[in-house]
């Protein structure tokens, strides 16, 4: 656990457990020196305590490095519940994951994520003010798809074999939750042509219907042959071995975390393929939840979230200047935001 800490520079590790609800939960604060550290609470049916411990850190990571890149003044923090067989009271256990928020005094700001819902979070905001995505400001599914949205336009712009118009491009959705469908919609509407998959056999059904989308099973939706291939599901798709699999000029999803290791990063740039850092492209999610919590208004947050089409195309430019793989590029951009070069190389 320590060693993970120290591999990712996590600052801050908690538990809780409450025996009368079943909460047993997690919350990782990576960085909170841009402001307090923000991420969503993710419900999750976890095989073991080190997995919920892991991935409570690597998306913690994600979260600071997301904020760093989109310019955005929190730190970055995520919350895991390991999903009981049962839920016997919703809200009782809701409540009791307020009070542990509430225990670190306003330096983790939760909101939504996989398995939770905006009734969630007014559960939770009837304990504590440190929670944003209730039923008042709002879900961050179609902002975190609109970021991916623009993203996508930034990766046409980028590919050599491509043109920026999404009007007729392969776009091979993995996941159709809140994000991913309402990802599929904006690319429908803007003419795509639709590859969709998810383990949900209604939601699959939907999207052919609503969107004149053709369908394939979850098994073979990585080497379908696409333009763009949007990973919108849970992460560590993205492996040395399954790179191989791919038949796409980029990689635009919303998933947090899809390269499983830093060489899966490499690997893609080795075939050639253009990758958009998950932790930039779904920063939408972060941007409405951030400002909506601070009180901004709607045309500030949707402003901020067209910018990451912008900084992706930086990092794009910087890519085919330098021929660096861009998952490196991208993450030492948020590094030298979050820790500067000086203590960079000092660590190094």
Sequence with gaps: MFAEMK???????????????GLQAVIAIHDANRGPALGGCRLFS?????????????????????????????????????APRE????????????????????????????????????????????????????????YTALGVFNSIKAALDASPDLSGDITNKRIAVQGLGNVGFALCEMLSNAGAELIVSDIDPAKVVQCEELFSARSVPPSTILSVECDIF????????????????????????????????????????????????????????????????????????????HDIGATLAKIFQRHRTSGEPVSLIADRMAENSL??????????
Excluded at 103 to 114: E, K, P, Q
Excluded at 230 to 256: F, R, W
């Design 87 to 142: 839920i016997h009271n919703r809200e009782a256990l809701f409540k009791a994951f307020g009070r542990f928020v509430h225990s670190l005094g306003g330096r983790y700001i939760t909101a939504m994520d996989v398995g939770t819902q905006t009734q969630d979070m007014d559960t939770i905001a009837s304990i504590t003010p440190h929670v944003s995505c209730t039923s008042q400001t709002g879900d961050p599914a179609p």
């Design 230 to 305: 949007s990973p919108c599901g849970m992460g560590g798709i993205l492996q040395t071995d399954t790179v191989k699999e791919l038949h796409c000029n980029a990689i635009v999803g919303s998933a947090n975390n899809q390269l499983a290791t830093p060489e899966a990063g490499l690997a893609l740039h080795r075939q050639g393929i253009l990758y958009a850092p998950d932790f930039l492209v779904n920063a939408g999610g972060l941007i409405h939840a951030s400002l909506s919590h601070r009180g901004r208004p709607a045309q500030e947050i949707n402003e901020r979230i």
């Design 46 to 82: 976890y095989k073991s305590s080190d997995d919920a411990i892991r991935d409570a850190i690597r998306l913690a990571q994600g979260m600071s490095y997301k904020a760093a890149l989109a310019g955005v003044e929190q730190g970055g923090g995520k919350a895991v519940i390991m």
């Design 339 to 348: 820790y500067g070069p000086e203590l960079l190389q000092r660590s190094a």
């Design 7 to 21: 591999n990712t520079r996590t600052s801050e590790l908690h538990l809780w457990s409450d025996e009368d609800t």
